[in-house]
C-alpha cells in the first residue's frame, strides 16, 4: 500500500467519496482514485455488461442457425480439454 500525500488525502476527504483525479510528475497522464466500494461496483457492472454483450451474440448466433449439437460441443469441449492436460504434461 501506498501512502498518499498530505495533499492528496485532503483532496479524497474534500471529495466525499467522489472520484479524484491526480496528476503525477513525470508520467504523461493522470490516475483516478476512487473508493474501493466505488471500484468494486463499477468491476461488477462492467462485468454484467460483458456477460450481457456475449448473451445477446449467443442469441444472436442461434437465430442465425450458427449452432452445434450438444453431443458434438462436449466431443469438442473434452478434445480440448484433453489436449490441454497432454500439453500440460509435457512441461
Sequence with gaps: MVKLSEEVAKALMAAKGEA??????????DFVIVQRSMFVAAMAALEHQ???ELIREGISDME????????????????????RKDNESLR
Design 64 to 83: 442465425a442457425g450458427r449452432t452445434v449439437p450438444l453431443d458434438e460441443a462436449m466431443e469438442r469441449i473434452r478434445n480440448a480439454l484433453l489436449l
Design 50 to 52: 460483458r456477460n450481457a
Design 20 to 29: 479524484v483525479v491526480v496528476d503525477v510528475p513525470g508520467i504523461d497522464d
